[in-house]
């Protein structure tokens, strides 16, 4: 297997044409054009991950809660939950796989039919153990053209006044038949399982409000410099990829994410004419700009839950040697996720455009990155880096960049 340090990254050395950006028209681009493409790639990462708890590539574990416990207690041979989300409806069927485990198979109908579409239109239970019920629902004009041989018990889910979906319980013919006791136990079910999916569905529109705030401050730190217009965002896309590359579980995916995003959320605090510089920082001012990670690690302390966040971003300047900053910490004493942020914070620095130099290059960033393995970058994030940044590249979502000004200083980059 080729080495990540004998990856060849030359392919990867496209160049942007050159266009000229104020602040205003560089966060206003950014926010319009790429938005969606950011959007668009954290969901194939997550996906990827299964992560995200509704996500087409598995069922969430609520759902999967909820079969087991509906063909449990109400001895089904099998169970199928059926959710309408406005485009269709998502099936979720319990059966057997090849070891004789029970397994969840996910698929999607773009109508109901039979059972599931009686209650979720009359909003009551259903329940079929003989030839006669399903004369009855034939003659009601709901009926399905294949009589199953097993004896069928069908339910709404319901939130409230809303219907879901249907939960579907089947029990072989030599059986015995649904009781009207089953039907009150799965109509509770079903309003108990209906109340549970529209909690989950709500918790999820919370985070993801919540990831838009984080988001939206991020940009507001971002803007104070037309040079660094979507540098966090980038900064959290070049984490999450390591992230994948190393396997990280879904919480702390979010919580690198979260750190990524507000890594520079300290500069808040720091001068516009010290940070708007247009050549290279003075000694003393370059000692004010360091103070940055710990005035953002004050302003995100107070915040709950997210005291991880909190050490990310304290310490995403800190180098492997110990010779960072503010603490000096060194090796496996620095966080794993403030490793990441800092490799991936570096390599967007380097390939971003600066008043006072041009940015370098693909090659030459991970050139540079290379060179600086075990000393000022993990070797574990950067080797991550090296890889994901590789397997992604084409997928990443491409941020504006403010190329030329006609005031910007022509200074060799150091």
């Not at 370059?286 to 302003?299: E, L, M, R, S, T």
Request: aromatic share 6%.
């Amino acid at each position: 297997m080729k080495s990540v340090n004998t990856i060849e990254f030359e392919s990867f050395t496209r160049e942007a044409g050159p266009a000229v950006f104020s602040a205003a028209d560089a966060l206003d681009h950014w926010r319009t054009q790429d938005d969606s493409a950011w959007h668009s790639f954290r969901e194939r990462l997550l996906d990827n991950l299964h992560t995200n708890e509704w996500s087409g590539s598995r069922p969430p574990e609520i759902v999967a809660g909820i079969v087991e416990m509906a063909r449990h207690t109400l001895a089904a041979s099998t169970c199928t939950l059926f959710l309408t989300n406005g485009h269709g409806h998502r099936v979720f069927h319990d059966t057997r796989g090849e070891s004789d485990l029970r397994q969840i198979v996910q698929t999607r109908i773009d109508t109901l039919n039979g059972p599931a579409a009686w209650v979720v239109t009359h909003r009551s239970p259903l329940a079929l153990n003989t030839t006669s019920d399903w004369a009855m629902l034939d003659a009601a004009g709901d009926g399905r053209l294949e009589r199953p041989t097993a004896r069928i018990l069908c339910v709404p889910l319901m939130a409230g006044a809303r219907v879901l979906g249907a939960l579907e319980l089947t029990r072989r013919g030599v059986d015995g038949p649904f009781t009207e006791r089953d039907v009150d136990s799965a109509r509770v079910m079903g309003a108990t399982a209906g109340i549970a999916i529209e909690n989950a569905r709500l918790r999820q529109s919370v985070e993801e409000s919540y990831r838009n705030t984080i988001r939206a401050l991020a940009s507001a730190i971002d803007a104070k410099d037309p040079y660094t217009c979507g540098h966090s965002q980038s900064v959290a896309q070049y984490s999450l990829i390591c992230g994948l590359v190393l396997n990280l579980d879904a919480d702390m995916m979010r919580t690198l994410e979260t750190a990524a995003l507000l890594h520079d959320i300290g500069k808040i605090g720091i001068d516009d004419a010290i940070l708007r510089k247009p050549r290279k920082l003075t000694p003393a001012e370059h000692a004010v700009v360091k103070d940055h990670p710990v005035i953002g690690a004050a302003i995100v302390h107070n915040i709950g839950s997210m005291d991880e966040v909190v050490s990310y971003i304290l310490h995403h300047h800190e180098s492997y040697d110990g010779s960072g900053y503010p603490h000096g910490l060194k090796g496996d004493d620095i966080p794993l996720g403030a490793r990441i942020i800092c490799v991936a914070d570096s390599f967007d620095s380097m390939t971003t455009d600066r008043p006072y130099r041009r940015g370098m290059t693909i090659n030459e960033a991970m050139t540079e990155l290379m060179r600086c393995r075990g000393t000022q970058f993990c070797p574990v994030a950067l080797d991550a880096f090296a890889v994901g940044f590789t397997r992604y590249y084409d997928d990443l979502p491409r941020q504006p960049r403010v190329l030329e000004q006609p005031d910007r200083i022509a200074v060799p980059a150091c």
